[in-house]
T-cell receptor, first 114, second 116 residues
Framework: GAGVSQTPSNKVTEKGKYVELRCDPI?????LYWYRQSLGQGPEFLIY????????DSGLPNDRFFAVRPEGSVSTLKIQRTERGDSAVYLC????????????FGPGTRLTVT | AQSVTQLGSHVSVSEGALVLLRCNYS??????LFWYVQYPNQGLQLLLK??????LVKGINGFEAEFKKSETSFHLTKPSAHMSDAAEYFC??????????????FGKGTKLSVKP
C-alpha cells in the first residue's frame, strides 16, 4: 500500500516568506507527527496529532510555526516569516495509534531559506 | 527530560566484521527504545524496538539490540556486516506514559561505512 507522502520534496524560499508543507499519512493512521532534521542532527520532534487535534505541540520552536489536520488525515505545517535557521528537512510520520505502534516516515521536505 | 547519546558519529567496519553501534539513554523511567535506519535519499525505517518482555530484540536485516537497564543502554549489533548496511542509524526513545507518549527523541545518529 501507499506509504507516507510529503510535498513538495524540495522548497526554496526567501527569508521572510510564508511556506506550507504537506503530509499525507497512511490511510487509517490516527496519529501523525512532524519532526525537523537539521544537517548532522537526528530528527527533532515538533508536534503530534491524534485525530484532528494537536495532542502535543511542545516541540514547535516559536509562534511562527503552526500545523493543522482539519479532517484527521492530511496535515499541513505552516511557517510564517521564514528565517535562514528554519532551513532543514521536515519529516512527517504516522502510526496506527500513539505509543508502541511503529511510526512510518515520509521522505521529507527539504526547506532552504535564502 | 529524556535524552539519547550515540557514541561515535562515524563507524567504519570491514565487510563480514561485527557491527556495534552504541546508544545510551537518560530517563527516570525506562522508556520505549527504537533503532531506525536511514539510507541515502530515503525515509527513516524502523529496524527494531523494545517495549516490554525479552530484553534481546531481533530486527530486520540481521540486526539485534539488547536493553540493559542497569547500564541504560540499547546497543545495536550485527554479527557480519554487509555492504548494503552502509547507512545512518538513529537510536530513539519515547515515554511510556503521559501526553508525550509516542513522541520520539532521537540521538544524533551514527553513520556506518562498510569497507570491502
Amino acid at each position: 500500500g501507499a506509504g507516507v507522502s510529503q510535498t513538495p520534496s524540495n522548497k526554496v524560499t526567501e527569508k521572510g516568506k510564508y511556506v506550507e508543507l504537506r503530509c499525507d499519512p497512511i490511510s487509517g493512521h490516527t496519529a501523525l507527527y512532524w519532526y525537523r532534521q537539521s544537517l548532522g542532527q537526528g530528527p527533532e520532534f515538533l508536534i503530534y496529532f491524534q485525530g484532528t487535534g494537536a495532542a502535543d505541540d511542545s516541540g514547535l520552536p516559536n509562534d511562527r510555526f503552526f500545523a493543522v489536520r482539519p479532517e484527521g488525515s492530511v496535515s499541513t505545517l505552516k511557517i510564517q516569516r521564514t528565517e535562514r535557521g528554519d532551513s532543514a528537512v521536515y519529516l512527517c510520520a504516522s502510526s496506527l495509534q500513539p505509543g508502541t505502534s511503529e511510526q512510518y516516515f515520509g521522505p521529507g521536505t527539504r526547506l532552504t531559506v535564502t | 527530560a529524556q535524552s539519547v547519546t550515540q557514541l561515535g558519529s562515524h563507524v567504519s567496519v570491514s565487510e563480514g566484521a561485527l557491527v556495534l553501534l552504541r546508544c545510551n539513554y537518560s530517563s527516570s523511567v525506562p522508556p520505549y527504545l527504537f533503532w531506525y535506519v536511514q539510507y541515502p535519499n530515503q525515509g527513516l525505517q524502523l529496524l527494531l524496538k523494545y517495549t516490554t518482555g525479552a530484553t534481546l530484540v531481533k530486527g530486520i536485516n540481521g540486526f539485534e539490540a539488547e536493553f540493559k537497564k542497569s547500564e541504560t543502554s540499547f546497543h545495536l549489533t550485527k554479527p557480519s556486516a554487509h555492504m548494503s548496511d552502509a547507512a545512518e542509524y538513529f537510536c530513539a526513545v519515547s515515554d511510556r506514559y503521559g501526553g508525550s507518549q509516542g513522541n520520539l527523541i532521537f540521538g544524533k545518529g551514527t553513520k556506518l561505512s562498510v569497507k570491502p
